[in-house]
Each structure stands twice: as structure tokens, then as C-alpha cells.
């Protein structure tokens, strides 16, 4: 069977399942993109996310006899690459455990100045967040996991997920600040 860069997601995973090497590629360049941004969430730079979506691409070459139809494809393949960079960071740090700061009041970040914020520099910004603070900040609000299911993931109480979440706002808060002091 012919494999090209415009074959159907479903003629490359049919291709992928018989461990066809040009389909394995275009699936992987097709979708390198939009997954690379899931890992860079959990990531520091960003050859650590290629070699974390190199490990994911692995799990679904591997794993694809378990996507069972259900949902999007390229959703089952973000999910992937999600649970891929959590084992990474996981990995990667050791979680402080915190007591619970009785966080629930959300720390507000001063919106003034945030439209020559561009995308790329709060990226930039949040990537310089410790790891695991990082980690729990992407999956809280990036990912809209809530505070006890990002503590069954991570491994971690639920105090410490909300002691992460509160210390990637003052940090964000922080550097927004010093952004603006420099932008003036």
C-alpha cells in the first residue's frame, strides 16, 4: 500500500499497525507540531520536549492495537504524549511535600500591560517555572484537571498540588512584574 503526506490519519494508522515505516513518518511529521506543544508544557526547553514526544511517538507505535476507535485519534495520541510527559517529570523531581495552605483563593495577576504580553514570552515565562511547579500549573490550568486528580497522577497529596499551583501564580505574578518593569 502507498503511503503519502495527504493519506487519511486512519490509512497511516492501518499503516503504523503493520509497522509500515513511511507511514510511521508521515504520522509523525503530520503531528509532530501539535503534540511537541503538549510536552513543551511539561518540559524546560525545547530538546527535552522532542525527546519526550520521540519516547510518546514510541508508546503509540508500539500501543496502537489499544486505541479502541472510541474519541479521536489525535486526541488518544495527545493523551499519550500527556501521560508521557508526566512519567518524564516524575522522573525528573522529587515533589516537596507541602501542608496544606488552605489555597483555595486564587492569587489574581495584574492585567495591566498584558495585551503586549505575546504568547510566546508568557510560554517562555512559564517555562521558567520549577519543574514540578510547572508540572501541576499546565495540568491545573492548561489541562483543567482538578487538584485531586493531579495528586492520583503526580503521585503527590492534594495540599501539594495546591502549594505548587499557588507558588507558579506568585512566581508568574513576579515575573510579570519585572516583564513590565523592563517593557516601560
Known amino acids: 500500500m502507498a503511503y503519502h503526506p495527504t493519506s ?9 499497525l503493520e509497522r509500515h515505516p513511511l507511514a510511521q513518518k508521515y504520522l509523525y511529521e503530520r503531528y509532530f507540531g501539535r503534540l511537541l506543544g503538549i510536552a513543551m508544557r511539561y518540559t524546560s526547553d525545547r530538546d527535552e520536549s522532542i525527546g519526550v514526544l520521540n519516547q510518546a511517538f514510541l508508546k503509540i507505535f508500539t500501543n496502537l492495537e489499544q486505541y479502541s476507535g472510541v474519541g479521536s485519534f ?13 512519567d518524564h517529570v516524575r522522573s525528573q523531581v522529587t515533589y516537596r511535600r507541602a501542608m496544606d495552605f488552605h489555597t483555595e483563593a486564587d492569587g489574581r495577576v495584574v492585567n495591566e500591560g498584558l495585551d503586549q504580553l505575546q504568547a510566546e514570552d508568557l510560554f517562555r515565562l512559564i517555562q521558567q517555572l520549577p519543574p514540578a511547579t510547572r508540572t501541576v500549573f499546565s495540568l491545573y490550568v492548561v489541562d483543567g484537571y482538578k487538584h485531586c486528580e493531579i495528586a492520583g497522577m503526580l503521585g503527590i497529596d492534594e495540599g501539594t498540588s495546591k502549594w505548587h499551583l499557588f507558588q507558579a501564580r506568585r512566581l508568574l505574578q513576579e515575573r510579570l512584574r519585572h516583564f513590565y518593569a523592563s517593557a516601560v
Open 74 to 86: 489525535a486526541g488518544w495520541m495527545a493523551k499519550v504524549v500527556l501521560h508521557t510527559a508526566i
Open 8 to 16: 487519511t490519519d486512519e490509512k497511516l494508522r492501518q499503516g503504523c
